[in-house]
């Protein structure tokens, strides 16, 4: 299985930094572990790199608009990088009410909220990095016992430890591998053109894999003035 220590003795053999069969240092150990685990975060912000689209959902509180979400948080569960549709709320008699994404800055220009709302209508994400959490705001409060949904992408994973027995999707190993040998090469060493090659081309398959299928969808206001019976595919 592989570690961080087999991925970063590959990319340095592939640039000439180590010979097959070569060790790292301790001190090497510390210092290529830290700028792995850098390329990896720099990674998580490019949403074709990650892989980790996962749907979770909370018990929401009634009369209750923000929730924490990370480690520790109200919603524990990894900080996500971005809350993506379809999110929505789900009642005890599991119908489903979509909900609609905005931004923190939209939601800070909404109205004072109505008294009386059962169901919120939108949602918005306030990604600001405390202690490795974020806030979800819903808009009107809830005021029923009702189940939140959201879909996210997640950060990538990175190493505790030089050792930690890594478990990847197909084609990561070879990405991080290659990619990894140019990022540690920068400022002092060529790296062969066949090395970047690998490394563009291998990138380049994973975020055609990870990319989102596109489809067309009408906004959830204009669908709902229009009434039933209309498709954005097949018109009235």
């Given at each position: 299985?592989?570690?961080?220590?087999?991925?970063?003795?590959?990319?340095?053999i592939s640039i000439g930094e180590k010979s097959i069969g070569g060790t790292l240092t301790a001190a090497e150990e510390t210092h290529w572990l830290a700028r792995l685990n850098s390329m990896m975060e720099s990674w998580s912000i490019d949403r074709l790199m990650c892989y980790?689209?996962?749907?979770?959902?909370?018990?929401?509180?009634?009369?209750?608009?923000?929730?924490?979400?990370?480690?520790?948080?109200?919603?524990?569960?990894?900080?996500?990088?971005?809350?993506?549709?379809?999110?929505?709320?789900?009642?005890?008699?599991?119908?489903?009410?979509?909900?609609?994404?905005?931004?923190?800055?939209?939601?800070?220009?909404?109205?004072?909220?109505?008294?009386?709302?059962?169901?919120?209508?939108?949602?918005?994400?306030?990604?600001?990095?405390?202690?490795?959490?974020?806030?979800?705001?819903?808009?009107?409060?809830?005021?029923?016992?009702?189940?939140?949904?959201?879909?996210?992408?997640?950060?990538?994973?990175?190493?505790?430890?030089?050792?930690?027995?890594?478990?990847?999707?197909?084609?990561?190993?070879?990405?991080?591998?290659?990619?990894?040998?140019?990022?540690?090469?920068?400022?002092?060493?060529?790296?062969?053109?066949?090395?970047?090659?690998?490394?563009?081309?291998?990138?380049?398959?994973?975020?055609?894999?990870?990319?989102?299928?596109?489809?067309?969808?009408?906004?959830?206001?204009?669908?709902?003035?229009?009434?039933?019976?209309?498709?954005?595919?097949?018109?009235?």
């Amino acid at each position: 299985m592989a570690t961080p220590s087999t991925l970063i003795l590959a990319s340095l053999i592939s640039i000439g930094e180590k010979s097959i069969g070569g060790t790292l240092t301790a001190a090497e150990e510390t210092h290529w572990l830290a700028r792995l685990n850098s390329m990896m975060e720099s990674w998580s912000i490019d949403r074709l790199m990650c892989y980790q689209l996962v749907q979770e959902s909370l018990a929401l509180t009634a009369g209750t608009a923000s929730y924490t979400i990370g480690s520790g948080g109200a919603f524990a569960t990894d900080r996500p990088n971005k809350i993506v549709d379809p999110c929505y709320i789900m009642d005890a008699n599991n119908v489903r009410t979509q909900l609609e994404i905005i931004s923190i800055e939209a939601y800070r220009h909404l109205p004072i909220e109505l008294t009386g709302n059962t169901y919120p209508q939108y949602l918005a994400y306030d990604s600001a990095f405390v202690t490795s959490r974020a806030t979800i705001f819903l808009y009107p409060k809830p005021q029923a016992s009702l189940t939140l949904y959201i879909n996210s992408w997640k950060a990538l994973q990175t190493f505790p430890a030089i050792s930690t027995t890594l478990v990847l999707p197909p084609g990561y190993q070879l990405a991080i591998e290659s990619n990894f040998a140019i990022f540690a090469a920068a400022g002092y060493r060529t790296v062969s053109a066949e090395i970047v090659k690998v490394a563009k081309d291998s990138k380049a398959a994973i975020m055609s894999l990870n990319l989102p299928d596109m489809s067309m969808r009408m906004p959830h206001s204009l669908v709902s003035s229009m009434g039933a019976g209309h498709s954005i595919l097949t018109g009235p």
